[in-house]
Every structure is written in structure tokens, then in C-alpha cells.
């Protein structure tokens, strides 16, 4: 068991990526902490497979834009297990398409304190009781390429974040590791609301490895990053976008 007596905080783990991050980090025997939203069935459902093999979790809801929401969650975390060694900051979101010139500065500012402010916010919070572990910050191929129609804000948030990574790299090493990911297209409820189906399908068509990824796919590279077998690894954005992409 990689993470047997540790503890992972997982954002935004109702539904999709965190779901199955949140499983794939109990199954290797962390006690998992759930935030979720909206999707209270979701991480419901996550925390009741987790306990049915044999591990912990709870599950809390918040707006992690909101400073009680996070000092709640780190809160109980400790209450419950103790300790905090690994940081899933997951919970972030495209909001709506929507060019620079359609765009208010309440929606940016939305976007950004979602995507970005949250990351700082939850990390901060967190570090007064990590004294080592690992840190994986779920950014975007879009902070690579700018991204599709109408994701300006959302890009622009998930570039800050690959950029965050780093520093905090720096800042938090030799103790503690970060690192981020930047997935492409990922089939998940993301992409149901934001992406038309010929747009994936022609994804499918035109990657090196004719499909798109699943969240496990995601969640295998969670695992990886907070355990020790990447315990050289720190300061990195792995790509992971089935070959559309190469940094």
C-alpha cells in the first residue's frame, strides 16, 4: 500500500477526475477527505465504496472561493485523521464559453477565484499541518494552448496555476513535492456540458492514440505523483492529452 497511514485531501471529488482520484488513493490506503459542491450524490457514493473496502473518507460540502469553507474542511480533516500528506487541488471549472469581448469583469474574476484563488487558498490552509507530502495541482492543456472557443479566463487560470507549481515547488522543497497535470480531452461531464460531440469525435479521429482519456487515466497520474515512487519529481506539468500535444 504507497500511501498506507496518510492522509489526501481531494477537491472537487463528487463526480469525475476527483471521484476517481479519491479512489484510486484509498485503494492505496489513504484516509481521504472529500470537498465537494453541488455533486452531493456523487461524493456520497465515493465515500460509501470507500468504506465498503476497508478504508476512511468523509465527505464535506463548500465553495472553496470562500475562507470558511476551506478552514472547515482543513478543520475536519485534522479532527478526523490527523494529519494532511497529500493535496489534490481539483476543484475548478470553465463556467461558461465566452469570448473577451462578451466577458464581464465579474466573470473573470469568478473564473479566476475559482480556478486559481481556491488552488492558493486550499494550499495555504493546508500548510501548517503538512510538514512533508506531495501537492497535485490539476491544470489544463489549455494553459498550454490557450484553449478552445471561448475559454480565455479558464486558460489563463490554469496557466497560473502550471506557474504556481513551480514556485511553490521551490518554496515548499525538500519536504514536500508539487506537481501539476495538465489534461486534454478527458471524458467527463466537463466536456458534456462544454465540448459539441463532433469536436470529440474529431479528437478521436485525429490523436496518435484514437481515443479520448478517462478519468483512471487521470487518476493513475494522481496516484504516481503523490506517492514515493515519484519521489525525484517535483516543480513538473505532466502532459497528458494522448498525443495532441507535446511540450
Excluded at 518554496?171 to 486534454?184: A, M, Q, T, W
Aim: with cysteine; glycine share 12%.
Amino acid at each position: 500500500m504507497k500511501l498506507a497511514g496518510k492522509t489526501a485531501i481531494v477537491t472537487g471529488a463528487g463526480r469525475d477526475i476527483g471521484a476517481a482520484a479519491a479512489l484510486k488513493l484509498a485503494s492505496e490506503g489513504a484516509n481521504v477527505a472529500i470537498n465537494y459542491f453541488a455533486s452531493s450524490t456523487g461524493a456520497d457514493a465515493v465515500v460509501a465504496e470507500i468504506q465498503k473496502n476497508g478504508g476512511k473518507a468523509f465527505a464535506l460540502q463548500g465553495d472553496l472561493t470562500q475562507q470558511e469553507s476551506v478552514d472547515a474542511l482543513v478543520s475536519k480533516t485534522i479532527a478526523e485523521f490527523g494529519s494532511i500528506d497529500v493535496l489534490v487541488n481539483n476543484a475548478g471549472g470553465l463556467v461558461a464559453r465566452k469570448t473577451v469581448a462578451e466577458s464581464t469583469l465579474e466573470h473573470w474574476k469568478y473564473v479566476m477565484d475559482l480556478n486559481l484563488t481556491s488552488n492558493f487558498m486550499m494550499t495555504n490552509a493546508c500548510l501548517a499541518h503538512m510538514k512533508s507530502g506531495a501537492i497535485v495541482n490539476l491544470a489544463s492543456q489549455a494553459a498550454r494552448d490557450g484553449g478552445g472557443p471561448g475559454s480565455v479566463p479558464y486558460a489563463t487560470s490554469k496557466g497560473a496555476i502550471m506557474t504556481l507549481t513551480r514556485g511553490l515547488a521551490k518554496e515548499l522543497g525538500p519536504d514536500i513535492r508539487v506537481n501539476g497535470l495538465c489534461p486534454g480531452m478527458i471524458d467527463t461531464d466537463f466536456h458534456n456540458i462544454h465540448t459539441p460531440d463532433a469536436g470529440r469525435r474529431g479528437f478521436e479521429a485525429a490523436a496518435p492514440l484514437k481515443r479520448q482519456g478517462n478519468v483512471d487515466d487521470v487518476a493513475n497520474l494522481v496516484l504516481f505523483l503523490a506517492c514515493d515512487d515519484s519521489a525525484f519529481i517535483t516543480g513538473t506539468n505532466v502532459d497528458l492529452n494522448g498525443g495532441m500535444l507535446f511540450s
